[in-house]
Each structure stands twice: as structure tokens, then as C-alpha cells.
């Protein structure tokens, strides 16, 4: 008897015989063979929003640690490009608006401390109020209600403080970006909690 190692197995291919050993031989299919079907899997998701995630963070940790505008302006844009690859995606997961806010409060917080420099225009000045006035996405930050409200009274009760238009908030906010870092830093924390879950 030969070994089962040694058994050999002919097939005949386009009318010429081909012989191989028999262990070799897994499968034998007339026709086409048969695809494996691409299972979709959550992974590369969660990867992605934990990747854009992680990059907030390390901007979260440097906001904490001072940093200059320079350096800040410098480390926001690079994060905003991987945010925004992330936001870019086809993923509906319930992270996804949330690091998108996440990212908006600390692009507008780079914007508004701007304002403290010569080069910046009142147009963007303008821009930054109506966004933190009417961006319902940038709603439900207790630290910045509480400001715009306090600004607002101010406003209302000094007869020098006006703001016919519209911009005292953003110049208000340039010296005061920790209020729009401490609502980023909510959103991340609301971010990490739902990618636990």
C-alpha cells in the first residue's frame, strides 16, 4: 500500500491532463468557484472615530498643559485633518456628531484667540458669534451659555458696552479660550463614553 501522502489525483483542464498529489487537493469545482463573501465588519469604524478620538485628546492634554496661540494654531489644524477624514466617512455611529463638535469648539477657539493679533478681520470676528449664537450642534456647553448670558447682561445694562454688530462675544471669548477648550473637552468625554458602549 502507498502512503496516503503518495496517492496522486488527475484532472483533465482545457484538454490537458494535470496530476497532482492527492494532499494537496482541497477542492475540485466545475465552473466558476464559489467567493467568499465579504463579511462588514464595525472595526475599521470604531477604529477610525477612536483615531480621531485619540488626536482630540492629545490637543484636550497640551490646551491643559498652556500652550502658546502659535503652537496651538499649529497642533488644532493637524488635528483637524484627521478629525475631519473621520467626519468625511460613511459612518452613522452616534459619535460622530459629537467629535464633530468636539473638533468645531476647539477650531473656534483657535479662531477667537486670532482676534487678539492685528491680521485678524472683523469679518471672521462676526462669523465666530453668529456660529456659538446659532450652531445648535455647539448647544448644551453649560460654560459657554453661562458666559453668553453674563455678556449679555453686561451688555443690556452698560451704556458703553454695545454690540450693534454682533462681534463683542467673539473678542470677548479671545481671552478667554479655556471656555471653549472646557466645552471640547465635554464633547470628548461624551464621545468616549458612547464609543464604550
Known amino acids: 500500500l502507498f502512503p496516503y501522502t503518495t496517492l496522486f489525483r488527475s484532472i483533465e483542464v482545457g484538454g490537458q491532463a ?3 498529489p492527492f494532499a494537496k ?5 466545475f465552473g466558476a468557484a464559489p467567493t467568499a463573501t465579504p463579511t462588514v ?8 472615530a477612536r483615531e480621531s478620538l485619540d488626536a482630540l485628546m492629545e490637543l484636550q492634554t497640551v490646551t491643559t498643559a498652556g500652550i502658546s496661540y502659535r503652537d496651538y494654531s499649529a497642533r488644532m489644524l493637524d488635528v483637524k485633518i484627521r478629525v475631519d477624514r473621520y467626519l468625511r466617512g460613511n459612518d452613522g455611529g452616534p459619535a460622530k456628531p459629537v467629535i464633530g463638535a468636539a473638533m468645531r469648539y476647539y ?7 486670532s482676534l487678539k493679533f492685528p491680521s485678524a478681520g472683523l469679518t471672521m470676528a ?3 458669534s453668529q456660529s456659538l449664537r446659532t450652531d445648535t450642534s455647539l448647544d448644551g456647553c453649560a460654560a459657554l451659555q453661562s458666559f453668553i448670558s453674563n455678556l449679555d447682561a453686561q451688555t443690556r445694562t452698560s451704556r458703553w458696552m454695545k454690540d450693534p454688530d454682533g462681534m463683542l462675544l467673539s473678542f470677548a471669548l479671545s481671552d478667554h479660550p479655556g471656555i471653549l477648550w472646557s466645552c471640547g473637552s465635554s464633547k470628548i468625554a461624551e464621545a468616549e463614553q458612547l464609543l464604550k458602549d
Do not use: D, G
Not at 25 to 29: G, L
Not at 41 to 48: L, N
Not at 108 to 113: E, I, R, Y
Open 41 to 48: 465588519s464595525a472595526a475599521p469604524t470604531v477604529s477610525a
Open 107 to 113: 477650531e473656534l477657539a483657535s479662531q477667537a484667540w
Open 126 to 128: 462676526k462669523s465666530i
Open 18 to 20: 494535470i496530476t497532482m
Open 25 to 29: 487537493v482541497r477542492a475540485i469545482y
